[in-house]
């Protein structure tokens, strides 16, 4: 089970698999967290590994090898330097750190710890850091439900340890998917299955509407209706779904026509926003937009993808 912690430690005695520089661009030996590791790890021979690779741009991530660490690895992050906020600092911090465990995952490596990067000498405000870092991680978690891992956030001061165990708290919290919504999805998934995978059931919903008299499929149609009753009634359409689609930025092309791919890249608070952006979309489609949805298999993909996060 994947987890995250935090932990009054310094960050170069963590003996985990990898521990996370608060690097600079140019990779050099710096201040805080990074002057550290850099002497613990040998600065000397960190020097040289970090001038053979020439450099990183902010919100991206390198790997070199930990040398006298007890982390095997040492991942350098590049955040940002905060200004004012308008400057794509949330997006860049928040990729420093997605960056820097799919490094992790792509070296087979099950245990990192982090720094609170950007917020020392970079000046980043403490809530807005710890906010970016958590979502991050926690995200990074989500999407890789199939990879074990452990992360750990490593702090020296009380005040910014007590201000990170609140965020983690709140947004676990907020992200909790609740028992309602996971019964109706293990409820419908057989209904959308059954209707794309057949083809004649297929074609019918996709020219469904019910201001059309249709005899055929009656006892499909009802179960239809009542699956969309209840959407609402399990709060499976979330009303802050508008919010979240705006911040993941998403296309109308993924939301309307969602593949399994890009599924598999969306948190579960993400999927069950897009699955309420197709309820809502019925309003105004005439009451055929959700029979197509489950009929072209929008639905069958949203709803095993949520299931596949759970």
């Not at 030996?29 to 450099?55: D, H, L, Q």
């Not at 917020?119 to 890789?144: E, H, M, S, T």
Request: hydrophobic residues 40%.
């Amino acid at each position: 089970m994947s987890t995250i912690e935090i932990k009054k430690i310094g960050i170069t005695k963590l003996n985990t698999d990898a521990v996370v520089n608060a690097a600079n661009e140019g990779l050099c030996e710096g201040g805080g967290v990074c002057g550290a590791i850099f002497k613990e790890a040998g600065s000397a021979e960190m020097t040289k590994a970090c001038n053979a690779i020439g450099g990183c741009k902010t919100g991206n991530a390198v790997i070199t090898p930990g040398f006298k660490l007890p982390a095997k690895y040492v991942i350098h992050a590049v955040g940002p330097r905060w200004m004012d906020g308008n400057h794509n600092e949330p997006k860049l911090l928040y990729s420093a750190y997605m960056q820097s465990l799919i490094l992790a995952k792509e070296n087979g490596l099950h245990s990192v710890g982090f720094p609170l990067i950007s917020a020392g000498v970079f000046g980043y405000p403490l809530y807005g850091a710890w906010r970016k870092a958590i979502q991050a991680c926690n995200d990074f978690i989500q999407i890789n439900s199939d990879y074990e891992i452990k992360i750990i956030f490593s702090v020296l001061d009380d005040k910014i340890l007590a201000a990170g165990e609140n965020t983690l708290k709140d947004i676990l919290e907020d992200d909790k998917i609740e028992e309602s919504v996971i019964y109706w999805c293990r409820k419908y998934s057989i209904l959308f299955h059954v209707i794309y995978e057949d083809e004649e059931l297929s074609c019918f919903f996709r020219e469904y509407s019910i201001y059309n008299t249709m005899e055929e499929h009656q006892g499909i149609i009802n179960i239809l209706d009542q699956c969309y009753y209840e959407a609402y009634k399990s709060k499976v359409v979330i009303s802050e779904y508008g919010q979240i689609v705006i911040d993941g930025k998403f296309s109308d092309k993924d939301l309307s026509r969602p593949a399994k791919k890009w599924v598999n890249t969306l948190t579960a608070k993400q999927i069950l926003a897009v699955i309420s952006w197709h309820f809502r979309r019925d309003h105004f489609s005439e009451g055929s937009w959700i029979a197509k949805s489950v009929a072209n298999g929008h639905m069958m993909v949203l709803v095993d993808g949520l299931l596949d996060r759970i």
